[in-house]
């Protein structure tokens, strides 16, 4: 039966006790009615939640109605493992909701046997075995009557007439919460928040593999996580155009999304790429090491002191006029995208406007977003040392609009063919070749203004690509002439001009090598650069 106000203050079940370091568990059965009606899932009642605990990995409701209901109702012998449950208060200021004693028998005390107390009012959320929970929920209905079964199903021998005593596992972080321990922490809720998502994360690491945005929303020690995570708590970039809580890592034709999670994690990487043992490969563990950490390649940036990372990503997704258009043409449409992880609701004219503009430019599409970030970023880190100022990106801006107005980013547009575009009449984005690297290349090197290496790169790019393309130096030339970025002007001084010196030099060394043998070959935990984020998908239908 679902608590309600006519219930007593707290509820009390015989369980058993153990601690597991800093976490102590209560195992216990629950009767089905009891799991199904007070066991909440995390997004039923996060709607006021911050980005940061709107986290629970996205439910596959079909998963569960079918083939785990199909399981439970068609007889036979059965069984679920334990669901694992945390607690979790409304407010910072429900600081006492849970509590425990021993059992005694004939005057001793019964190992691990003990009587668990929990205040009605703090939540139950469930963080292993959703989709059990979610079959359990839909069978109860359909024992009660709330959802009969279909005919078909009758027809299978389909049969919800017994219930079911469900094994729970309660999980609570030293005495967080704890009658009699109020004055603890003045941030129990936060805490608890913190404990649960690293939990969560190890729970499904060691289990099913984690699919990668859930990876991304939830590992605390990767600062290839940590830094697209904190743009969108910190609200630098709108989660309402960054898609988060999908399980897939691309856009489909009709996303409202301008980007992704994924892909800004992969800018996070390109941004740190020469950093790999100090930043990507390591594991920041603690509050202390992440904030350290986030200072450094966050707040700041290593090679890049007068910017930083989020002032980058920043720009790039919210200043730059391409960018700056698609949200004007979102709100100029009437799209209103809602709260993740609800989903988006588009009118047939709001999906057909969004299909034309994502399907017009490449800078609308993943790929094309990665193309640019890379060359601005290798582009940035290529100049003077003296010439890495806010007022560059200004410059930037200037000559990434000229491009734009010019229709230089169009998708029909004949430079493109064959090595981004496939020469056809949907104009697809072409994903498996090596055409990435080199549009990388072609723009760094408009924006720099160099003719070094453009007939080794037309050719390589025939070669390699397409010997279609139709590259050729009088037209990179004339790129060059109009779009490239001017530097502004700076006041020099000696020991500017030697840092700068002695930073070139050793990033070209870097650089080279990178070029050679891509730096190492050892085993990294990031986010795969994978193909399959950048493929192109139709309609998914409602």
Not at 383 to 392: D, F, G, H, L, T
Request: negative net charge; hydrophobic residues 35%.
């Amino acid at each position: 039966m679902e608590l309600d106000n006519q219930s007593p203050e707290t509820i009390e079940y015989k369980a058993i006790s153990g601690k597991f370091g800093e976490v102590r568990y209560f195992i216990t059965t629950l009767d089905q009615s009891d799991a199904v009606e007070n066991i909440r899932f995390a997004d039923e009642i996060q709607g006021s939640w911050s980005f940061s605990e709107r986290v629970q990995r996205k439910l596959d409701e079909n998963r569960a109605n079918t083939d785990i209901f199909s399981y439970l109702a068609q007889g036979g012998i059965r069984f679920f493992n334990s669901i694992v449950v945390v607690l979790l208060p409304n407010s910072n200021e429900q600081r006492e909701f849970w509590d425990f004693s021993t059992v005694s028998s004939q005057g001793k005390t019964v190992e691990k046997w003990v009587n668990l107390k929990l205040y009605k009012n703090v939540a139950r959320i469930v963080i292993d075995g959703q989709h059990r929970l979610l079959s359990l929920r839909r069978y109860w209905n359909a024992h009660t009557g709330k959802e009969p079964l279909s005919s078909q199903q009758i027809n299978d021998n389909f049969s919800c007439l017994e219930t079911f005593d469900i094994p729970v596992v309660y999980l609570v972080f030293g005495n967080f919460g704890r009658v009699g321990h109020a004055d603890l922490s003045e941030t129990v809720r936060d805490e608890i928040i913190k404990a649960t998502r690293n939990i969560f994360t190890v729970i499904n690491k060691t289990a099913k593999s984690i699919d990668k945005p859930t990876q991304l929303l939830l590992d605390d020690s990767k600062i290839s996580a940590l830094i697209p995570r904190k743009l969108l708590e910190e609200g630098v970039l709108e989660d309402r155009f960054v898609k988060w809580s999908d399980t897939k890592r691309s856009l489909t034709q009709l996303d409202p999304y301008l980007t992704t999670l994924d892909l800004l994690s992969q800018c996070t990487v390109e941004l740190l790429k020469d950093h790999q043992k100090q930043a990507l490969k390591k594991s920041f563990n603690s509050p202390s090491e992440r904030n350290m950490a986030l200072e450094t390649y966050y707040e700041s940036h290593p090679k890049l002191h007068e910017i930083g990372t989020k002032a980058l990503l920043k720009w790039f997704f919210t200043e730059l006029q391409p960018f700056k258009d698609w949200v004007s043409q979102i709100d100029y449409v009437g799209i209103n995208i809602p709260i993740q992880p609800e989903q988006p609701r588009l009118t047939t004219s709001q999906k057909a406007s969004i299909k034309k503009l994502r399907g017009s430019n490449i800078l609308y599409t993943l790929i094309g977003q990665k193309i640019l970030f890379f060359a601005i970023s290798r582009f940035l880190l290529k100049i003077r040392i003296e010439y890495r100022i806010p007022a560059i990106l200004d410059a930037i801006s200037l000559s990434i609009t000229k491009m734009y107005e010019d229709g230089f980013f169009n998708r029909n547009k004949a430079h493109w063919s064959n090595v981004l575009v496939q020469p056809n009449e949907k104009l697809a984005m072409i994903t498996k070749n090596s055409g990435v690297e080199k549009c990388i290349e072609l723009l760094k090197m408009i924006l720099l203004d160099s003719s070094d290496g453009v007939r080794e790169l037309i050719k390589r790019t025939k070669e390699n690509v397409s010997n279609e393309v139709n590259w050729n130096e009088v037209l990179i030339s004339n790129w060059r002439r109009e779009f490239h970025v001017i530097l502004p002007e700076v006041d020099f001084i000696d020991e500017q001009i030697k840092e700068s010196s002695e930073s070139d030099d050793s990033f070209a060394e870097v650089r080279d090598l990178l070029d050679s043998s891509e730096e190492d070959e050892e085993e990294s935990d990031e986010i795969e650069d994978d193909e399959d984020i950048f493929k192109e998908t139709e309609e998914v239908k409602d």
